[in-house]
């Protein structure tokens, strides 16, 4: 009975995994992202110039130009408008310094020893990058009052607004960036790598090798927080890029495009995998005899982890875009978790009757009951949303 359950699983992430990596379509969308930008940079350069270059004061907007590039090629359309907004009024800031000093001291080393002390030494110290653009507007709106003391500084304001609104307008309609294949590739990868984590820690408590590989499990465990992070800043990037996003018509049910809800369920069950991780190592190394757990319950527990790996890895595999359900996929994980619940009640009844017990051992029992168990119905409950 236990090799007839488990081959049908094992089968499973095997022929799951040979399809998950597609480095030829990473390398294809990534010189598409290339062309992107360089299309982009070019349309906003060419737009820039063409409306500012009439009116700029020598035909030369450059500042309109600069300013239509850095907006463009924002992340998100959404930061390509918070961050036209910020640099607009950082600008302005550096604009009304100029003025205020070329007022009071006049185009002279004064004023830019002033200007210095202002935006660089006055203001919050967490705003570093805040008080150099507006130290380095104010120089240059400075030396453009040696020319044209009014024209010259509000020119440079007109230019970087209108270059603000030309890269938006832009980055907003053509292609508008999405992350979405980073976000997915990003969760899928974090699934595979905990579940294979997992079915790696019961494969080695089959083979009795807990004591040889316990610690190694652990820092396995503990890098998978880089990963995590990784993840959880994919995810909030994709997030961030169907904000004001004209292409994002096409993916009416957010969460499902972002996978931001199954982050969040894989991020409660690292904190279950990292559990398991260290208990088996503080037990494999734990100087009291009779704390260390029994083989029986190793053998148990190491086939329970297995079918909990197979979960975890088939709870990230890609569900259609058609917004149907996909009634093979949802079996096959309804399959796997059915199949480490029933393990994990097997377990249940055992440690209840005393027969994996052993004298000093049962707090150790319990730690690992536990976070298998909140894994597992973290799964669940994912899965029935």
Request: proline content about 4%; overall charge positive.
């Amino acid at each position: 009975m236990q090799v007839s359950t488990i081959w049908p699983l094992r089968a499973l992430v095997t022929t799951t995994g040979a399809g998950c990596a597609r480095p030829a379509g990473r390398t294809g969308r990534r010189r598409a992202g290339h062309a992107v930008h360089g299309v982009k940079s070019l349309t906003a350069a060419l737009l820039a110039w063409g409306v500012v270059a009439p009116w700029s004061p020598g035909g030369r907007p450059y500042l309109a130009v600069a300013t239509a590039l850095i907006m463009a090629n924002a992340p998100t359309v959404y930061r390509s408008v918070t961050q036209a907004l910020h640099s607009v009024v950082a600008r302005l800031a550096g604009l009304t310094l100029a003025l205020v000093t070329a007022w009071l001291l006049g185009s002279t080393a004064g004023s830019v020893a002033a200007i210095a002390v202002i935006a660089v030494v006055v203001g919050p110290r967490r705003a570093v990058d805040d008080r150099l653009q507006i130290a380095s507007t104010a120089l240059i709106a400075l030396a453009a009052t040696t020319a044209a003391p009014v024209g010259g500084l509000v020119a440079p304001a007109v230019q970087t607004l209108t270059g603000a609104v030309v890269g938006i307008v832009v980055n907003a309609l053509v292609l508008p960036p999405l992350y979405l294949d980073e976000s997915d590739s990003a969760v899928r990868s974090l699934a595979r790598a905990m579940g294979t984590l997992l079915r790696e820690m019961g494969a080695g408590l089959g083979e009795r090798q807990l004591a040889a590989r316990a610690h190694t499990w652990l820092h396995q465990a503990r890098d998978l927080e880089k990963e995590l992070v990784g993840a959880e800043e994919q995810v909030r990037q994709a997030d961030e890029s169907l904000r004001w996003n004209t292409r994002c018509t096409a993916h009416a049910r957010r969460k499902d495009v972002t996978h931001g809800e199954a982050f969040r369920t894989l991020r409660g069950v690292f904190l279950q995998v990292r559990g398991i991780a260290r208990t088996l190592a503080d037990n494999a190394h734990d100087d009291h005899t009779d704390h260390h757990l029994g083989q029986q319950f190793l053998d148990q527990y190491a086939e329970t982890l297995r079918l909990a790996g197979t979960a975890v890895e088939e709870f990230a595999e890609p569900r259609p875009t058609t917004g149907t359900p996909d009634a093979a996929s949802r079996e096959r994980l309804r399959g796997a978790i059915d199949g480490a619940l029933t393990w994990h009640e097997t377990m249940t009844d055992l440690i209840g009757r005393g027969t994996l017990t052993k004298p000093g051992a049962w707090h150790i029992y319990g730690s690992l009951m536990t976070d298998v168990e909140r894994l597992l119905l973290d799964l669940d409950h994912a899965n029935t949303t």
